[in-house]
T-cell receptor, first 114, second 111 residues
Framework: EAQVTQNPRYLITVTGKKLTVTCSQN?????MSWYRQDPGLGLRQIYY???????DKGDVPEGYKVSRKEKRNFPLILESPSPNQTSLYFC?????????????FGPGTRLTVL | SQQGEEDPQALSIQEGENATMNCSYK?????LQWYRQNSGRGLVHLIL?????REKHSGRLRVTLDTSKKSSSLLITASRAADTASYFC???????????FGPGTRLSVLP
């Protein structure tokens, strides 16, 4: 089944404790992206990647890191999480080398930073 | 950055009625997409309309795009309770590399 998977689905952590949210897609998509969703603000793009070893900042990259060492994986790293990073996070992938096409979304990761 | 803004923020209708949601954006786009999200779950792509298209249909969905007014509308005909969800428009920026979503319209379809 074609899908985007994220892990963990739920995470409660404390300020400053490094964490990684994994994202994997099995559709051989070149484009991958991370979003955060907050009430009243819709989805905001954090980082995106057009291909392996190619990443770029979205609208809200501060406090986050990403890497794209393999085509299928695009982990999101929070080196020192803070309470304002409490949010619902989505990973997405798309065909082509841009976001022009339909994006397929993962199920989401609900992160709480205490 | 440019942003899609949906209107209304919330909409409540009876089953069988039509639902119309609007999206406005600020700068030129290459395409505009509509997505649906069921409570707290991942977004599902509904339809993509390119800047050189004016109208597109998919089942009970009809999307229009007016680039002169920088606006789009999503019409859901003969709504069903299962259409209850949040609907988002997304516009591309930076030649499609960067996507911007609006805050969404919450649609409630009452049986």
């Amino acid at each position: 089944e074609a899908q985007v998977t994220q892990n963990p689905r739920y995470l409660i952590t404390v300020t400053g404790k490094k964490l990684t949210v994994t994202c994997s897609q099995n559709m051989n998509h070149e484009y991958m992206s991370w979003y955060r969703q907050d009430p009243g603000l819709g989805l905001r793009q954090i980082y995106y990647s057009m291909n392996v070893e190619v990443t770029d900042k979205g609208d809200v990259p501060e406090g986050y890191k990403v890497s794209r060492k393999e085509k299928r994986n695009f982990p999101l790293i929070l080196e020192s999480p803070s309470p304002n990073q409490t949010s619902l996070y989505f990973c997405a992938s798309s065909t082509g080398t841009s976001g022009f096409d339909e994006q397929f979304f993962g199920p989401g990761t609900r992160l709480t930073v205490l | 950055s440019q942003q899609g803004e949906e209107d209304p923020q919330a909409l409540s209708i009876q089953e069988g009625e039509n639902a119309t949601m609007n999206c406005s954006y600020k700068t030129s786009i290459n395409n505009l997409q509509w997505y649906r999200q069921n409570s707290g779950r991942g977004l599902v792509h509904l339809i993509l309309i390119r800047s050189n298209e004016r109208e597109k249909h998919s089942g009970r969905l009809r999307v229009t795009l007016d680039t002169s007014k920088k606006s789009s509308s999503l019409l859901i005909t003969a709504s069903r309770a299962a259409d209850t969800a949040s609907y988002f428009c997304a516009t591309d920026a930076n030649y499609g590399q960067n996507f911007v979503f609006g805050p969404g319209t919450r649609l409630s379809v009452l049986p």
